[in-house]
């Protein structure tokens, strides 16, 4: 074994063995090394750091560990005097600003700043030499292992001077410490834009490229991100993994159960600075604050129109396109709009699952719902007419009624051009004309053997087609 194979080296060199002293100085050095490479080989760490209790096989890197502590960062880029700890740690970061890969993968032909090429060919071998002691779970790297040793022992030893808040990662800690400096040193090429990490500007830069390198295996289809996918991929698993542990309802990502549960806490942290109205989602807050400053950043290519919301110019777009993607699957009809497919599949089930609490008359969509609450219900009636004072529940009759005081009828028959003040009404008279109702098909009418509906059409209809009619 290799501690046999130490054994015998200790004997060769020792002081009872007749050797001069550059032999035995050099016979030490020897063993030196040997017991270097026996500590990394079989795992032992020797070198511990007095601060944190962290071990390293090499003083070396304990001496380079140390710093973090010390804050001693000796080399200092010279494009934006970021500082750091090792010398092959600025030479990385440089090739940031020149955009130089010289580590490139057989493979692939994928480019890299540094040797992390080593770590991204075990993507292709599927090599994991670094597994849990405690889950079994394993990695290809073993700063990975580390990280996620951290989970089960709940060790976060990077933490923030200024407000305290620690991390399992000392990348995460340098990514946090930037919220307090604003610092964004990684700047898109292409537009300016800056991003506290590289990740983000990797991300941006492909909203540029139109870069989708995450593809669906069932569908085809493609994303910017593997989380993205991931994601995707749930929609045709079926898999909801995050659940919640108040009323069991599942979901397909960690943040729309998160949305979820501030629906039984109530809480609502994004507030509006302007009139203080507080919103459980940024997005939400978001959309809101343009209410205030107007701004409408989505636009329609075709005729110019503006929106506040990405949402509403899709449904827009679909007036020019004609576009109706949500189709019935009994009776096929097709709808512009996932709600209003929703309402008309009603009309095949018979649902109707809003109600009222006044008088539990039921009905199919939440508006028609509050236009009877409105009607029926409400004493109020905040429309009113300014000439005698009449109280209306809907703009809509106010407007009717305001007609009668001016005289005019704006809404005329094409047929009889009778005259009406409510386009509603209009449209009701003007239906009793098309060829579905009895009477207009030049056929001969018994009043005494059609219905009383019937003969209270044909009686209203009198003045429009009287020849039509044989008493």
Do not use: N
């Not at 511990?48 to 001693?72: A, P």
């Not at 542990?245 to 397909?252: E, L, M, P, V």
């Not at 993607?325 to 209003?340: L, T, V």
């Not at 000439?387 to 529940?393: D, G, I, L």
Request: proline share 3%; net charge positive; hydrophobic share 15%.
């Amino acid at each position: 074994t290799s501690w046999l194979r130490y054994w015998h080296l200790l004997q060769w060199i020792s002081p009872q063995q007749p050797h001069d002293a550059d032999k035995a100085e050099k016979s030490l050095s020897t063993l030196e090394h040997l017991k270097k490479h026996l500590e990394r080989s079989t795992g032992k760490r020797s070198h511990r750091c007095f601060d944190c209790g962290k071990s390293y096989s090499r003083s070396s890197s304990l001496k380079v560990h140390q710093r973090i502590h010390t804050s001693d960062k000796s080399h200092c880029c010279s494009h934006c005097g970021k500082s750091f700890t090792r010398s092959s740690s600025l030479i990385s970061h440089q090739r940031t600003h020149t955009g130089e890969k010289p580590y490139s993968c057989a493979q692939c032909l994928k480019s890299f700043v540094s040797s992390g090429i080593k770590i991204h060919q075990r993507t292709h071998t599927g090599e994991k030499s670094y597994s849990c002691g405690q889950c079994g779970k394993s990695f290809g790297q073993s700063g990975h292992l580390t990280q996620h040793q951290r989970t089960h022992t709940g060790e976060k030893p990077y933490s923030c001077g200024q407000c305290g808040k620690s991390f399992g990662q000392s990348c995460h800690l340098t990514q946090h410490q930037r919220t307090h400096t604003g610092e964004k040193p990684y700047s898109c090429g292409q537009c300016g834009k800056s991003f506290t990490t590289s990740r983000s500007l990797t991300l941006h830069k492909r909203t540029h490229t139109g870069e989708k390198p995450y593809s669906c295996g069932q569908c085809g289809k493609s994303f910017c991100r593997s989380g993205e996918l991931t994601v995707h991929q749930r929609t045709h698993t079926g898999e909801k993994p995050y659940s919640c542990g108040q009323c069991g309802k599942s979901f397909g990502r960690s943040g729309e159960l998160t949305v979820h549960q501030r629906t039984h806490t109530g809480e609502k942290s994004y507030s509006c600075g302007q009139c203080g109205k507080s919103f459980g989602q940024s997005s939400h807050l978001t959309l809101h604050q343009r209410t205030h400053t107007g701004e409408k950043p989505y636009s329609c290519g075709q005729c110019g129109k503006t929106f506040g919301q990405s949402s509403h110019l899709t449904l827009h777009q679909r007036t020019h396109t004609g576009e109706k993607p949500y189709s019935c699957g009994q009776c096929g009809k097709s709808f512009g709009r996932s709600g209003q497919l929703t309402s008309h599949q009603r009309t095949h089930t018979g649902e109707k699952p809003y109600s009222c609490d006044q008088c539990d008359k039921r009905y199919s969509d939440k508006r028609s719902l509050i236009k009877h609450q409105t009607i029926i219900h409400t004493v109020e009636k905040p429309y009113h007419c300014f000439q005698c004072e009449k109280r209306f529940s809907q703009s809509g009759d106010l407007k009717a009624h305001e007609w009668t005081h001016m005289g005019e009828e704006p809404f005329h028959c094409s047929q009889c051009r009778k005259c009406f003040t409510v386009l509603a009404t209009l449209k009701r008279h003007e239906r009793k004309d098309t060829d579905e109702k009895p009477g207009t098909d030049g056929v001969d009418v018994d009043l005494r053997q059609t219905s009383p509906i019937q003969r209270g059409w044909v009686k209203c209809e009198r003045h429009i087609s009287v020849e039509c009619i044989q008493l």
